[in-house]
C-alpha cells in the first residue's frame, strides 16, 4: 500500500495556517468568557535558535503593541485588561473616567515632588541669574531685558508656603472653601468670597503686612457678610478715595432678584473710625461682569454687563447709559487714558464703547470690534492701550493689536473648556498668569509667550475647587513682598520669589 506523501510547503503551510487561526479564535473567545479581567494574549514566533530578550524589553514592547478593544482598559503594570462598566454599575466602578482621574493624580504628585526640590530646571536653556549678571557686566544684555529674564529665573524658583489666617475669633477658624480672591491696586487689601456649607457664600477682606525681616503676615477683617445669592464678578472702586469701595455683581436666587451693590470697603471692620462712605445697591436680573472707570472724565462711573445688554451708570448722579448687544456680556475691562469699555461676549466677540458717544440702535457705536471662536472668560487692557489681551473657553489666550483687530501673540497650555476663568497681567514683572479648569496655574513671559512655570494645585483637581490667584511685585503694601497668592479648599499659599522670605510657620513640602 503506497503513503500518501504531502507537498512539504503545503503541509506546512495548512499546519502553520490552522495553529494561527485557532489561535486567534481562542483569543477571541477569551475575551467573552475570561469576566472581568484576564491577562493579554502573548505571542511568539521566533525561531528556536533566536534568544529571548531581556524581561524589561519584552514588557515594554509587549505594551507598545497591545490592541485596544473596545469596553477594555490594558493595564501596564499588571500585564491585564479590565471590563470597563457605566460609572453607576456598584458591580464593577472602574470607568475610563476613574482611570483619567488616577492618571491625573499620578502626574500632579509627579509635579508637586518636582516644585519641592531644592534645585530647580531653568525655565529656558542656560538661564540663571550667574550667566545673566555676566552678560549685563558685559554689555551684551540691555538693562530691560536683563531685569525681565531674571524675573524668569525667579518665578521658576517659587516654592509654596502656607500662610496663616489671623482673625479676632481664633477659636473658630475658617472651614469654608475659597471660590474667589482679588486683591487692591496696592495689594494691601484682598477682598474674599468663600463658599458656606448650609448654602449662599460669605464675604469679607483680608489684610496683608510684610514684616521688617521679610515676613507676610495675613488678618480677616471683623466683619462677614452672607447671602444666599451667587457672586458672579467683583472689581474695587475708586469713589471718595484709591479702591474705597467694592462693586459685587450678585445672581439672583429663588425670590430673591440680583443686583449690583457698591459697598464701602470700611463696612467689614469694626476698628475702622472712618464713616462708612456711599452704599447703594441696583436691582438688575442677572449681571455677568463689572467693571469700574479709572478715566478722569467718568471717574464716578461703573458698567455691568449683563444678558443682551450694557449699563454704564454714573455711581453718584444715577444717569444711566444703556447698550443693546444680541449675546451675553461676560466679560468687561476699561482703558485708563481714554473713556473706552472693552467687552468680552458669549458669542466670542470682543467690541469697543466709547462713553464719549450716545447709544444707537444700528451698533454704529461699536469703536472696535474682533472675535474669538469661543466664549471670551476674560478681557485685560494693557498699559499700552493700542493692546489688549483676551481669553476664551476653548482654553485661548490671544494678544489683540486693537489698531488693526488682529492677534499677535498666543499664549499656550492654558486649559479650560466651559469654565469662567479670569487672566491676570504684572506688567511690572512681565507675566501672564491663568488658572485652568485642570487647577494648573500657569505663568507666561508677557513679552514672547513663553511658558515659565505651571504649578499644580496642592489639593486634588475638581471643577468646584479650581483655585484663585492674585499676583503683585508688593504683597502687603509699597514695601510689601512679591510673589503669588493662591487660595484653595480653606487654605492660603503663598510663592515668593524673594530669596530672603522668611515665615513664622513651616515650609509646605
Given at each position: 500500500?503506497?503513503?500518501?506523501?504531502w507537498?512539504?510547503d503545503?503541509?506546512?503551510g495548512?499546519?502553520?495556517?490552522n495553529?494561527?487561526?485557532?489561535?486567534s479564535?481562542?483569543?477571541?473567545?477569551?475575551?467573552?468568557?475570561?469576566?472581568?479581567?484576564?491577562r493579554?494574549?502573548?505571542?511568539?514566533?521566533?525561531?528556536a535558535?533566536?534568544?529571548?530578550?531581556?524581561?524589561?524589553s519584552?514588557?515594554?514592547?509587549?505594551?507598545s503593541?497591545?490592541?485596544?478593544?473596545?469596553?477594555?482598559?490594558?493595564?501596564?503594570?499588571?500585564n491585564?485588561?479590565?471590563?470597563?462598566?457605566?460609572?453607576?454599575?456598584?458591580?464593577?466602578?472602574?470607568t475610563?473616567?476613574?482611570?483619567?482621574?488616577?492618571e491625573?493624580e499620578?502626574?500632579?504628585?509627579?509635579r508637586?515632588?518636582?516644585?519641592?526640590?531644592?534645585?530647580?530646571?531653568?525655565?529656558?536653556?542656560?538661564?540663571?541669574?550667574?550667566l545673566?549678571?555676566q552678560?549685563r557686566h558685559?554689555?551684551?544684555?540691555p538693562?530691560?531685558?536683563y531685569?525681565?529674564l531674571?524675573?524668569?529665573?525667579?518665578?521658576?524658583?517659587?516654592?509654596?508656603?502656607?500662610?496663616?489666617?489671623?482673625?479676632?475669633d481664633?477659636?473658630?477658624?475658617?472651614t469654608?472653601?475659597?471660590?474667589i480672591?482679588?486683591g487692591?491696586s496696592?495689594?494691601?487689601?484682598?477682598?474674599?468670597?468663600n463658599?458656606?456649607s448650609?448654602?449662599?457664600?460669605?464675604?469679607?477682606?483680608m489684610?496683608f503686612?510684610?514684616?521688617?525681616?521679610?515676613?507676610?503676615?495675613?488678618?480677616?477683617?471683623?466683619?462677614?457678610?452672607f447671602?444666599?445669592?451667587?457672586?458672579?464678578?467683583i472689581?474695587?472702586?475708586?469713589?471718595?478715595y484709591p479702591?474705597?469701595?467694592?462693586?459685587l455683581?450678585l445672581?439672583g436666587a429663588?425670590?430673591?432678584?440680583?443686583?449690583?451693590?457698591?459697598?464701602?470697603?470700611?463696612?467689614?471692620?469694626?476698628?475702622n473710625?472712618?464713616q462708612?462712605?456711599?452704599?447703594?445697591?441696583?436691582?438688575i436680573?442677572?449681571?455677568?461682569?463689572?467693571?469700574?472707570?479709572?478715566?478722569?472724565q467718568?471717574?464716578k462711573?461703573?458698567?455691568?454687563?449683563?444678558?443682551?445688554?450694557?449699563?454704564?451708570?454714573?455711581?453718584?448722579?444715577?444717569r444711566?447709559?444703556?447698550y443693546?448687544?444680541?449675546?451675553d456680556?461676560?466679560?468687561q475691562?476699561?482703558a485708563?487714558?481714554?473713556?473706552?469699555?472693552?467687552n468680552?461676549c458669549r458669542?466670542?466677540?470682543?467690541f469697543?464703547?466709547?462713553?464719549?458717544?450716545?447709544?444707537?440702535?444700528?451698533?454704529?457705536?461699536k469703536a472696535?470690534?474682533?472675535?474669538?471662536?469661543?466664549?471670551?472668560?476674560?478681557?485685560?487692557?494693557?498699559?499700552?492701550?493700542?493692546?489688549l489681551?483676551?481669553?476664551?473657553?476653548?482654553g485661548?489666550?490671544?494678544?489683540?493689536?486693537?489698531?488693526?483687530?488682529?492677534?499677535v501673540?498666543?499664549?499656550?497650555?492654558?486649559n479650560?473648556?466651559?469654565?469662567?476663568?479670569?487672566?491676570?497681567v504684572?506688567?511690572h514683572?512681565?507675566?501672564?498668569?491663568?488658572?485652568?479648569?485642570?487647577?494648573?496655574?500657569?505663568?507666561?513671559?508677557?513679552?514672547?509667550g513663553?511658558?515659565l512655570?505651571?504649578?499644580?494645585?496642592?489639593?486634588?483637581?475638581?471643577?468646584?475647587?479650581?483655585?484663585?490667584?492674585?499676583?503683585?511685585?508688593n504683597?502687603?503694601?509699597?514695601?510689601?513682598?512679591?510673589?503669588?497668592?493662591?487660595?484653595?479648599?480653606?487654605?492660603l499659599?503663598?510663592?515668593?520669589?524673594?530669596?530672603d522670605?522668611?515665615?513664622?510657620?513651616?515650609?509646605?513640602?
Amino acid at each position: 500500500m503506497k503513503k500518501w506523501k504531502w507537498p512539504k510547503d503545503r503541509r506546512y503551510g495548512w499546519y502553520r495556517g490552522n495553529r494561527q487561526r485557532s489561535f486567534s479564535d481562542e483569543q477571541w473567545h477569551g475575551y467573552n468568557d475570561a469576566g472581568p479581567s484576564h491577562r493579554a494574549p502573548q505571542r511568539d514566533n521566533r525561531p528556536a535558535h533566536v534568544s529571548s530578550p531581556p524581561a524589561s524589553s519584552s514588557s515594554s514592547n509587549s505594551n507598545s503593541g497591545v490592541q485596544e478593544l473596545p469596553g477594555f482598559y490594558f493595564d501596564p503594570e499588571k500585564n491585564r485588561y479590565f471590563r470597563l462598566l457605566p460609572g453607576h454599575n456598584n458591580c464593577n466602578p472602574l470607568t475610563k473616567d476613574q482611570l483619567q482621574e488616577k492618571e491625573r493624580e499620578k502626574q500632579r504628585h509627579q509635579r508637586l515632588a518636582e516644585d519641592e526640590k531644592t534645585t530647580k530646571k531653568a525655565p529656558r536653556t542656560g538661564l540663571n541669574t550667574s550667566l545673566l549678571l555676566q552678560k549685563r557686566h558685559l554689555g551684551l544684555l540691555p538693562e530691560n531685558s536683563y531685569c525681565r529674564l531674571v524675573h524668569e529665573v525667579k518665578v521658576s524658583g517659587m516654592r509654596r508656603h502656607k500662610l496663616e489666617i489671623q482673625s479676632t475669633d481664633n477659636s473658630n477658624p475658617n472651614t469654608d472653601n475659597f471660590r474667589i480672591i482679588v486683591g487692591d491696586s496696592v495689594c494691601e487689601r484682598v477682598f474674599t468670597v468663600n463658599d458656606v456649607s448650609h448654602g449662599g457664600c460669605k464675604y469679607g477682606i483680608m489684610n496683608f503686612s510684610s514684616g521688617s525681616r521679610g515676613s507676610l503676615s495675613v488678618e480677616m477683617c471683623d466683619n462677614l457678610y452672607f447671602t444666599n445669592r451667587k457672586v458672579n464678578s467683583i472689581c474695587w472702586a475708586s469713589v471718595n478715595y484709591p479702591d474705597s469701595h467694592v462693586l459685587l455683581c450678585l445672581v439672583g436666587a429663588a425670590d430673591t432678584p440680583g443686583c449690583v451693590s457698591l459697598l464701602p470697603a470700611s463696612l467689614f471692620s469694626n476698628s475702622n473710625p472712618d464713616q462708612p462712605g456711599m452704599l447703594c445697591s441696583f436691582k438688575i436680573s442677572t449681571a455677568w461682569s463689572c467693571a469700574w472707570c479709572l478715566n478722569p472724565q467718568f471717574d464716578k462711573s461703573f458698567s455691568t454687563g449683563l444678558s443682551r445688554r450694557v449699563i454704564v451708570k454714573d455711581a453718584e448722579t444715577g444717569r444711566t447709559q444703556t447698550y443693546g448687544v444680541g449675546t451675553d456680556v461676560l466679560a468687561q475691562h476699561f482703558a485708563l487714558r481714554v473713556p473706552v469699555l472693552f467687552n468680552g461676549c458669549r458669542s466670542g466677540e470682543i467690541f469697543s464703547i466709547d462713553l464719549r458717544q450716545r447709544g444707537r440702535r444700528d451698533h454704529s457705536w461699536k469703536a472696535k470690534r474682533f472675535h474669538h471662536e469661543s466664549a471670551i472668560t476674560s478681557v485685560r487692557v494693557l498699559q499700552d492701550e493700542n493692546y489688549l489681551l483676551a481669553a476664551d473657553m476653548l482654553g485661548q489666550i490671544k494678544m489683540w493689536d486693537v489698531r488693526v483687530t488682529k492677534p499677535v501673540l498666543e499664549y499656550k497650555g492654558h486649559n479650560n473648556e466651559h469654565a469662567y476663568l479670569p487672566i491676570h497681567v504684572n506688567e511690572h514683572e512681565g507675566l501672564l498668569l491663568a488658572v485652568g479648569q485642570d487647577c494648573y496655574t500657569r505663568l507666561w513671559s508677557l513679552k514672547d509667550g513663553h511658558l515659565l512655570r505651571t504649578i499644580p494645585s496642592p489639593h486634588p483637581a475638581a471643577n468646584d475647587m479650581i483655585p484663585s490667584v492674585v499676583f503683585s511685585s508688593n504683597l502687603g503694601g509699597s514695601r510689601g513682598l512679591p510673589g503669588l497668592l493662591m487660595a484653595v479648599r480653606h487654605d492660603l499659599y503663598y510663592f515668593p520669589y524673594n530669596t530672603d522670605y522668611q515665615e513664622g510657620g513651616e515650609l509646605c513640602l
